[in-house]
């Protein structure tokens, strides 16, 4: 009978380069290959013989648009391996980096590269033509996200000021204060932008995904927690290894990420959002049920609104870091070298970020391991095209091209972060 | 007038220089108008065929198709240039140049023999014509929007070529390797990030690459009577600009001894 190919060379608005491949036979989807082929670059090789104080700056090479995820998960991963504990305001101050990074990397997917998909224009100087004011004003969210990233951090792109212990320099009060004004209309800005969002149409999908994040007690989480799911996981990060693989599928060289005894799961935004939900600000809390979100939440079509309501807490967030900032005695604590083996996951704005250094007695890195959040979810965003299949098969070729490809930016994927090389993969019994 | 074609292209890197351009929030808008987007991947999924007046080029070459893509995207190119570390030395990525290939392949994949990947990479213009290579890791956004500009006006970009010690003098910034004993690469690196880490408390880990004629060896001297290990010397020149001649060089001249490969 009737069989379809949809055929993506080159997927665009994503971080990276990917393809994809959708096979659909009478009705179902047969076959669906996302093929991330950015070029391998052995990251994980070149770290054997490196300092481990250069693993921040060396692994935020990994992704230009979440850097900072990569200098938090390697500096804490180092001081998980020498001992080092990092707390009061150079605490602070890491996580007031990190909303920095949430707040442009949310911004630059939700309304750069994911509305486009909802209102059927190619990109954002099409959208600009028809939200002029919300463009703007997302573009001025974005910008005083990356403010915050290069007040801190020098320049917005892999900045250089985070370090194993804390920080090379830490900032004057008033340094922080400077990116008030910008912080407080940026805040008024994102509740229009969420409201805008919430308001596109969703498809009615749902799926019962595994949510894996991680949880603190006290604070939404970024920099630390312990890993928990939606189907009960409630584990020390040191245990991540036990519970998740990376593994090779059949004809392949994915390495797609797994629960181990359990298979796909989802991390990211929605994860975040389901596990931590009481702990967002009031303001976000109130701003997320306006928008009808709630642990509930199962539709990863609205995962932008979820982006949406993360950076009002980020802002929230980031004012309160500024407002009650009092800087520390030193810069950073001491670090002695010895040897050992440290791991850590923090929450980068597409999910978790795991990183496990083995070092020796001169601090050099003998073994590393990076996971990012991409192939965490590859597997996930397969089986949604697989879900779709009925949905994809009643519609035009290009209809359902451009709907297969919204349903893969729903992850905000980043090809880039994916240091293993990452090829199709075929469904069991095809 | 017709506004002149820009095209953005991506081959082995982090994706950061790129987004350099959709971080310039003031400007974009701007820039899209002044110039007609006729491809920009990671920005939109209109994508229109060349020939294209100015390309912008992100990433290293580090396998065989890309080797001969370079090649298309020159042929479709009137001006060609390169961003950042990536396309202009080869990037992070060329720290393989320095180590046994299949080796690190089989670090990282366990069927390694199904990837075509190169043993080297390789800057753009290693392969085709560079009319102009914009250098840091990542570019400039200044720099970036200077040469977008200066294409527009049909004039020279002014790009400066002097090492980043000069803008930390002229920035009134107190030197940190004779004022804290770090170890700085500000005396050989290329201007370009307004000499942003010693003002972070740091020294300059070269990312801008090699500066005109840059004196490494007495600087790799000076780092040595500091107190520095040979291993730490070769690790400073070997990082975001690996493969550039006069790092890879002085990087050479001194051994690891800690090293485990």
Known sequence: MSTRTITVENLARVEGEGALTLVMEQGRVTQAKLRLFEPPRLFEAVLQGRSCLETPDLTARICGICPVAYQMSACHAVEDALGVKVGGALRELRRLLYCGEWIESHVLHMVLLHAPDFLGVPDVMALAKVAPERVKGALAIKKAGNAIVATLGGREIHPVNARVGGWHRVPAKAELEALLPALRAARAEAEQTLDWVAGFDFPAFERDYELVSLKHPREYPMNEGRLVSTSGLDLDVREYRSHFVEEQVDHSTALHSRIIGRGGYQCGPLARLVNNFELLTPGALAAARRVGLDPSCRNPFRMLVVRGVETIYALDEALRIIGSYAPPEAPSVPVTMKAGTGQAITEAPRGLLYHRYVLDEAGLVRAAQITPPTSQNQRTIEEDLFALGGALAAMPLEAATRYAEHAIRNYDPCISCSTHFLTLRKEPGE | ?261
Not at chain 2, 59 to 83: C, F, M, N, W
Not at chain 2, 92 to 106: E, K, S, V
């Open chain 2, 1 to 261: 007038m017709a506004r002149p074609t820009l095209a953005v292209w991506k081959f082995s890197s982090c994706d950061g220089c790129q987004l350099s351009l959709l971080d310039c929030e003031d400007e974009l808008l701007a820039v899209a108008g002044a110039v007609d987007i006729a491809s920009f991947l990671e920005a939109s999924s209109q994508v229109r065929p060349g020939p294209y007046d100015l390309s912008l080029v992100e990433g290293s070459i580090t396998t065989p198709h890309d080797a001969e893509r370079i090649k298309e995207v020159r042929a479709q190119s009137k001006l060609l240039v390169t961003l950042g570390a990536c396309a202009t030395s080869g990037g992070i990525q060329a720290l393989r140049n320095f180590g046994d290939h299949p080796r690190l392949m089989a670090t990282v994949y366990a069927r390694p023999q199904v990837i075509a990947t190169l043993a080297t990479s390789t800057p753009i213009s290693a392969h085709v014509k560079v009319d102009l290579e914009l250098r840091g890791c990542p570019v400039n956004k200044a720099q970036l929007l200077e040469v977008v500009s200066a294409v527009l006006n049909g004039r020279k970009p002014v790009v400066h070529t002097h090492a980043t010690c000069i803008d930390c003098k002229l920035s009134g910034t107190v030197c940190v390797m004779v004022a804290k004993g770090l170890p700085c690469l500000g005396p050989v690196t290329h201007a370009g990030c307004g000499a942003l880490c010693p003002q972070y408390a740091r020294g300059c880990y070269g990312c801008f690459g090699p500066s005109d004629a840059p004196r490494t060896t007495p600087l790799a001297q000076r780092l040595l009577e500091g107190g520095a290990s040979p291993g730490e010397v070769r690790r400073l020149f070997l990082s975001f600009n690996a493969a550039a001649e006069p790092f890879q060089q002085e990087a050479e001249r001194h051994v690891d001894p800690d090293h485990h490969r």
